[in-house]
């Protein structure tokens, strides 16, 4: 049920916090719902696919990659598997299926891998950069097989991907691959602005520069994955173009609304402790907006955040950033990209039956609780 | 002059020193001067390519870039430029022109751009995986900016080479641009052996082994090389396999060369202190296949790279690797893979005139001195 959001086109939504509990307003659970199935079917489609490619890895790169899929344990053994929602691969045949109907989708399954294996591969790269320890809840490869075998099979999943485009028969893949590659290079600018942000004070920071970061390491993926399913579809370059703004807008809402759970959120639904983002001084969105509001809570904050953390300190902490106005900015920013979102979808696919998949997906991005 | 060579297709090269001297013996200087201009004007046609899409680049990883390139210095300011010898962008425009003469080397440009876009990627990521400080004579780009900016910057080649080969209008540029992924995976493959050879002991390793690292991290990209240009002349899959093998024999011939002057070459040629390899207690090829002759000088061999290295052994251990037969056996090795490389070219280009400019390069890299 995604009527939430097309119900209030302006962007407003109603004041709730949106992504603070699954079941608020009574649009989370038949949304979630929805979005479950839509997940689920794509995972159906695409793991077959994205198995056999990393299967086609030699062993040693094989070993990291199934590893980081969660396929297999560190030791080897055969694991479950807990390769994330995998929202990118779905968005793909979600587009594919809203701008060219099931022949589409059924064509797509091979670029939505490839997809996913250009997201994983930034993963393996992020987390030996960020020196991230945990991923998904299980240990990051660079832990389990050094820095070198990370980077490595980060490299090997890169090649995989457009290696797997370019040779895709399909009319549109050509066309997929330079998007993607394109989307790379944007990727790689997000994570430099990002890690280069990192050793900068918080006050030297403008709200510009962390919105385009945001958007460079969130949202072009999201925009770009959408692109592929419209090329593959055989859609204009007016759709494609259409599709890949709507990707980005509502890959910025998540990433706001993903940011104000890491202060807001339950920590018995986020699985992190209460407060993790502001003790980690992180400079989030919610944080620069605060930091940036020229208010007597901005100069409180800042002062905060130039001092080592105390537990103490973590009220006085998230109220400042609440009271310097960035929680309401994030959640006004929020809502705005959606409709932006939505205005790009409705302009490509006017049908709502058609974009449906599409809008399940949007709204469960932007409406969860982890 | 690639006589040298051609005259002894048993692949005995008259017990000369292959690489000792470039004028050792007289052809030389010739063959040497020969693939000078070969490689001048492959550089002249490939720069302008290399650098827009380098330009192309954001402006945090185009700056990583432009250092590992050379052509800014870390300040920003420019430099002359010193990108290495490039053979490998000048194998691709030499292979389409044996096959395709003037014009296929003129359309072939951009994807020789791309090869040496994904050489640099691996040389960016591999300079941090070994913590490598020097390149080309200046300071690696992670001594400079960083291991995350050195590792984005390498990843943006790889997107930045393969997006180029997708976008490319040529019709073999798909084929060009999954042979280039699939050779990506080889390449990390080999990088993966290599670091993870490192950490076992040197009795511990086959000579299959490391003749089977050789060829992933170094023969496969020169073959893939050669391949590309084929692709691009319109050649056949047979004519496209020997080329690719024709690159890869020369690729193991100039590993195994290079390995013997990191031994026995002359530290006024090589810039390297002498016996570097040694101290280092490298396992390259002419050790390894010392380690396992079951020699006396072996096991004296062995004892020697199982103590921490001392400047008073170095006579002693070089003169283990030679009486154990490490150096007998490289020459051979190499003048056996530079023998099988010739006898694919002449399968695939009968013709001398044809291919002369695969000849002089390959006669290059199997007979330089630094």
């Avoid at 590893?67 to 598997?81: I, M, N, Y």
């Avoid at 259409?242 to 993903?258: K, M, P, T, V, W």
């Avoid at 006085?316 to 409709?339: C, K, Y």
Wanted: charged share 20%; hydrophobic share 45%.
């Amino acid at each position: 049920m995604t009527s939430a959001v097309r119900r209030n086109p302006s962007g407003a939504r109603d004041g709730r916090e949106p992504a603070g509990s699954r079941d608020d307003g009574g649009a989370g659970p038949a949304g979630g719902h929805e979005a479950a199935a839509v997940l689920e079917g794509s995972r159906a489609a695409v793991d077959p696919e994205l198995r056999s490619a990393i299967d086609s890895l030699p062993g040693s790169l094989r070993r990291v990659a199934l590893h980081h899929f969660g396929w297999e344990h560190a030791d080897g053994t055969p694991a479950a598997g807990n390769a994330g929602k995998a929202i990118r691969p779905a968005l793909v045949l979600a587009a594919a299926a809203a701008l060219g109907g099931p022949a589409a989708r059924a064509v797509a399954v091979r670029a939505a891998a490839a997809v996913e294996l250009v997201h994983n591969f930034t993963l393996l790269h992020d987390d030996v950069m960020d020196r991230d320890t945990t991923r998904r809840h299980r240990p990051t490869a660079w832990t389990v097989f050094g820095d070198a075998d990370a980077i490595l099979a980060g490299d090997a999943l890169q090649a995989l991907a457009l290696g797997m485009l370019a040779a895709d028969p399909h009319p549109a893949s050509a066309a997929a691959a330079a998007r993607v590659a394109a989307c790379v290079v944007e990727l790689c600018a997000g994570q430099q602005a990002d890690t280069a942000m990192e050793r900068r004070g918080p006050t030297e920071i403008t709200l510009e520069e962390v919105l385009a970061m945001a958007e460079a390491k969130t949202g072009a993926l999201l925009g770009c994955a959408c692109a592929v399913g419209a090329l593959y579809a055989g859609a204009t370059e007016a759709d494609v173009d259409a599709l890949d703004a709507f990707g980005r807008e509502a890959g910025l809402a998540f990433q706001l609304i993903d940011d104000v759970i890491g202060i807001w959120g339950d920590p018995r639904q986020t699985g992190k402790p209460a407060g993790a983002d502001l003790a980690a001084r992180k400079k989030s969105l919610p944080v620069v907006a605060a930091l940036t509001s020229g208010t007597p809570a901005a100069a409180e904050l800042a002062e905060l955040y130039a001092a080592p953390y105390r537990p103490a300190d973590l009220d006085r902490t998230t109220l400042a950033v609440e009271r310097a106005g960035g929680r309401a900015w994030a959640q006004e920013q929020a809502a705005d990209r959606m409709s932006r979102a939505l205005h790009e979808l409705t302009r490509a696919v006017p049908d709502p039956e058609a974009a449906g998949g599409l809008l399940s997906l949007a709204e469960f991005v932007t409406r969860r609780n982890a």
